[in-house]
């Protein structure tokens, strides 16, 4: 339930951009509180998938017969009488995210607080009892707005001891990373979202829509993360070159797989397949560019 792979793409990527980008400004490395900021998104992420799974699990919105692998719904999938403990779990990391928390505004002051704060409220209205962003048309937006964009912000203004709104600028690879997941499940997912009574963008855009913005998100997406890279890190670009020959297979899904129910996990093998080699390509060119810096 945890899902250690989306933890990955979609916390602690965009928090190691964050301590790169900080490294990149001032030239040292603070361990403990490096650590500290590092575990604060990973935990938060747990919490939320942890805390979605359950909620839909006892809203009704995932059973056996409509998850199509065991990842998407494993509460469903293993029949769990009795799901209490997953929000004890996700409540649990969600309480060690914000005691780290502490932490860092202790260290660091106000601003990581105000930052983490608005995540927060994100965080735990994403999949809520009474309030839950994820069955409205802003989740694919405040999803990868707040994990790809305030973690790496957050993380930056933690280390450097100043609020750098370019940050969110260099972030958006990160953040489009998770809209990209976001817009393609909802798609895959419409029809059952729909007997849920979740009002995703799919469901405004239409099936045709959706898809043709996702292709176009790919698109900006490509041509976002070569700009960024050739502008801000040029020492990297042979590091994002390869990461985007990697990717090739995974781009070339993003713009031909359908986005259907019964064809899920080939289109979200295809984005996953993109997202990862991309992800870790732009942080291996900005860490190649700021070793070459150092070196020459």
Not at 221 to 239: C, D, E, K, R, S
Not at 242 to 259: C, E, L, N, S, T
Request: net charge neutral; charged share 15%.
């Amino acid at each position: 339930m945890l899902t250690p792979g989306a933890v990955l793409l979609s916390a602690l990527n965009p928090a190691v951009l964050g301590l790169l980008l900080s490294i990149q400004e001032t030239g040292r490395v603070q361990p403990v509180l490096a650590v500290f900021l590092l575990l604060i998104p990973a935990a938060a992420n747990c919490a939320v998938n942890l805390l979605n799974d359950y909620y839909d699990y006892i809203g009704g919105n995932d059973t056996a017969d409509n998850i199509v692998a065991e990842a998407e719904g494993p509460l469903a999938f293993h029949q769990v009488e009795d799901p209490a403990p997953a929000l004890r779990y996700g409540a649990a990391f969600f309480a060690a995210a914000c005691l780290m928390g502490i932490y860092v505004v202790c260290r660091c002051g106000p601003v990581p607080a105000v930052i983490g704060a608005f995540g927060a409220v994100i965080t735990a209205t994403y999949s809520g009892k009474w309030v839950s962003t994820s069955h409205l048309p802003v989740e694919e937006v405040l999803s990868g707005f707040t994990m790809g964009g305030l973690i790496p912000l957050a993380v930056h203004a933690s280390l450097t001891g100043r609020l750098d709104f370019i940050v969110l600028w260099k972030a958006v690879p990160m953040m489009m990373v998770v809209s990209m997941f976001m817009l393609e499940n909802n798609t895959c997912d419409m029809e059952r979202d729909a007997q849920a009574g979740r009002r995703t963008l799919p469901m405004f855009l239409g099936r045709e829509g959706a898809q043709d913005l996702a292709k176009g998100m790919g698109v900006f997406w490509l041509v976002q993360l070569a700009v960024v890279t050739a502008w801000y890190f040029p020492l990297g670009l042979p590091a994002l070159a390869g990461a985007v020959w990697k990717a090739r297979r995974g781009i070339r899904g993003v713009f031909r797989q359908p986005r259907t129910r019964d064809n899920k996990l080939r289109a979200t093998a295809a984005v996953s397949g993109m997202a990862f080699w991309l992800s870790e390509g732009y942080l291996a060119s900005v860490a190649m560019h700021l070793v070459l810096c150092r070196i020459l």
